[in-house]
């Protein structure tokens, strides 16, 4: 029992290490080829749609890459990151007010019977 523990351990740490190393890796190709924007732009853009929220280390790992791109494509990588940005908060925004509209809906609501839907108008 002891040994199968020790055993599940020793694979817990080495997965660790290997996302690590392979996020480390990730990390000096797109540094290695942030010269050449069409290379790393969709790589950039799924990791940095993908792991929300992105810590505070990997964040700036990422802004320094940006910041190696030439001028043009980093100012439009920039804004497509500040218009993502502003769509996952307005998404935050609005998963509030629909989840309280859902959980206490209005009252200024009015329901319409059943009985009076079934009254016909004649014209003369």
């Given at each position: 029992?002891?040994?199968?523990?020790?055993?599940?351990?020793?694979?817990?740490?080495?997965?660790?290490?290997?996302?690590?190393?392979?996020?480390e890796g990730r990390?000096?190709?797109?540094?290695?080829?942030?010269?050449?924007?069409?290379?790393?732009?969709?790589?950039?853009?799924?990791?940095?749609?993908?792991?929300?929220?992105?810590?505070?280390?990997?964040?700036?790992?990422?802004?320094?890459?940006?910041?190696?791109?030439?001028?043009?494509?980093?100012?439009?990588?920039?804004?497509?990151?500040?218009?993502?940005?502003?769509?996952?908060?307005?998404?935050?925004?609005?998963?509030?007010?629909?989840?309280?509209?859902?959980?206490?809906?209005p009252r200024f609501?009015?329901?319409?019977?059943?009985?009076?839907?079934?009254?016909?108008?004649?014209?003369?």
């Open positions: 029992m002891a040994k199968d523990s020790i055993n599940i351990e020793n694979c817990k740490l080495l997965d660790i290490s290997e996302t690590e190393q392979r996020s990390f000096t190709f797109l540094e290695k080829y942030a010269k050449y924007p069409n290379v790393i732009r969709v790589m950039l853009a799924r990791d940095l749609r993908t792991k929300y929220p992105i810590g505070e280390p990997e964040l700036s790992q990422y802004l320094c890459i940006i910041d190696l791109m030439p001028q043009a494509d980093r100012d439009a990588f920039l804004s497509w990151w500040d218009y993502i940005m502003k769509e996952r908060e307005f998404k935050k925004k609005s998963r509030m007010i629909l989840d309280s509209l859902i959980g206490d809906p609501i009015e329901t319409i019977p059943s009985s009076s839907s079934s009254t016909t108008i004649k014209n003369e």
